[in-house]
């Protein structure tokens, strides 16, 4: 089977594009739904498509859903034709609270669109490139910020593992559930890298 683990495949990404608009870009989200057998990717500033995503678990795992939700209100908003920084922070409201209705049980989800909202209402008096080009450096921001957490996981986790050991993991904790290197998994694909062997019970 396909190694997804350590940026091989992100789960959700920024992705730049090339024509001359503002902050040009979409949101690539990596459709779970189609693993093992294929890896196909999603790759949209539609809100109506990025809620659709989250909503038929084509992207899984709580930090991936906050991190698709915040890369989505970004991406949702450049189309938006705004004279003002209030005009930008109204449709991420409308955007966020929309997304919101995607996942209600999803913890990570809505603790990521209200950190893009507060960074929309702080920055309201910004002309409105400056304020897009914020939104989009806080839901890359929010991804990186999710990847360095786990990855310390991983490290300090390390210290408890053996060579030979087992691991019994429960729920979806590797890395397509998070920015890249996965939750309670990040100490085995760290022990990985470092030479120890790891033996993985699944039980879901």
């Known amino acids: 089977m396909k190694s997804y683990h350590s940026g091989k495949v992100l789960s959700v990404t920024w992705v730049p594009k090339n024509p001359p608009r503002l902050i040009p870009g979409v949101v690539r989200i990596l459709d779970q739904t189609r693993l093992p057998h294929k890896v196909a990717f999603i790759e949209t500033c539609d809100p109506h498509r990025i809620w659709k995503a989250i909503r038929s678990l084509q992207v899984r795992g709580a930090p991936a859903i906050g991190i698709a939700a915040a890369m989505g209100t970004a991406a949702a908003v450049q189309h938006v034709r705004a004279s003002s920084g209030a005009a930008v922070v109204k449709a991420v409201n409308r955007v966020a609270s929309y997304l919101a209705t995607s996942r209600p049980t999803a913890?990570?989800?809505?603790?990521?669109?209200?950190?893009m909202r507060r960074v929309a209402s702080e920055n309201a008096a910004l002309p409105p490139p400056e304020l897009l080009r914020r939104l989009v450096q806080e839901a890359i921001a929010i991804r990186n910020g999710d990847a360095a957490m786990c990855k310390a996981i991983?490290?300090?986790?390390?210290?408890?593992?053996?060579?030979?050991?087992s691991v019994l993991t429960h729920c979806n904790a590797g890395t397509?559930?998070?920015?890249?290197?996965?939750?309670?998994?990040?100490?085995?694909?760290?022990?990985h890298e470092s030479g120890l062997r790891v033996h993985v019970y699944v039980d879901e």
């Not at 991983?154 to 050991?165: A, F, M, V």
């Not at 397509?176 to 022990?191: I, K, N």
């Open 154 to 165: 991983g490290e300090h986790g390390l210290t408890l593992l053996k060579n030979g050991c």
């Open 176 to 191: 397509l559930a998070t920015a890249e290197f996965g939750t309670a998994l990040a100490p085995v694909y760290v022990a």
């Open 107 to 115: 913890v990570n989800l809505f603790w990521a669109l209200e950190r």
